[in-house]
């Protein structure tokens, strides 16, 4: 739930987020340090947002005790195989693209830590620990805009958590998750399909089955 419904919202920033890999680390349910926050966006070589901007809540990581939140990508670059190759023909070569990920590694960490096993909580939970950071008040949802995009039978089964044929890889995410193992496998046709998996025998146990992006068969075993 925390993944589907905070993961791709927006917000606007109520202070400045400080740039670099280690990140701004906040205690839950506690006011916010401005001085120590001052020294973070000093000493990590400025600001990756100034307040008052729009940002992105890009990927979400669980730990023991601790919540980490990317905003608008993270810190860190990425490898990109096309910008080190060069090719040519004859005794011509062809430099490398230049860099086409400019603001690519200028995001933010924000690290919760809630010093503690991190506890059971819903979307809103989560955003009001981040509150002291971010104000997701006057953003409208990415997350429930695109589901109020799709037919009714779908957002229907997003709803109901479960998986139905016709939906894509999206969808199937959005009602039930990511899932516990895949397994890709050949028809006697030769098409490729790829099972989805959640749960485990003798527990309750799903299969949904894709064929290229399209949900073709969904079987549940208890």
């Known amino acids: 739930m925390l993944i589907r419904y905070v993961d791709g919202e927006f917000a606007k920033t109520l202070v400045s987020l400080p740039r670099g890999k280690k990140g701004l680390k906040i205690v839950a349910g506690k006011p916010l340090d401005e001085k120590a926050l001052k020294d973070t966006v000093r000493l990590s070589g400025g600001r990756a947002a100034s307040p008052g901007e729009t940002v992105q809540i890009t990927k ?125 496998e050949r028809t006697p046709e030769g098409d490729e399909t790829e099972d989805w998996i959640y749960g485990t025998p003798p527990g309750k146990t799903i299969f949904v089955t894709f064929l290229g992006d399209k949900v073709i068969r969904v079987k549940e075993f208890n």
Request: aromatic share 6%.
């Open 60 to 184: 979400i990581e669980f730990r023991v005790h601790e919540i980490e939140i990317q905003i608008n990508g993270g810190p860190n670059k990425h490898f990109h195989l096309r910008e080190h190759l060069s090719v040519g023909i004859g005794d011509y070569p062809v430099d490398p693209p230049q860099n086409t990920h400019p603001n690519e590694g200028t995001g933010a960490t924000i690290i919760v830590d809630y010093r503690r096993p991190v506890p059971d909580m819903s979307p809103d939970d989560l955003k009001h620990d981040l509150s002291v950071l971010l104000d997701f008040s006057k953003q409208h949802s990415a997350t429930v805009n695109w589901i109020d995009t799709l037919p009714p039978e779908f957002q229907q089964a997003i709803k109901d958590n479960k998986a139905i044929v016709g939906m894509d890889h999206e969808m199937v995410i959005a009602a039930l998750g990511r899932p516990d193992k895949k397994v890709r």
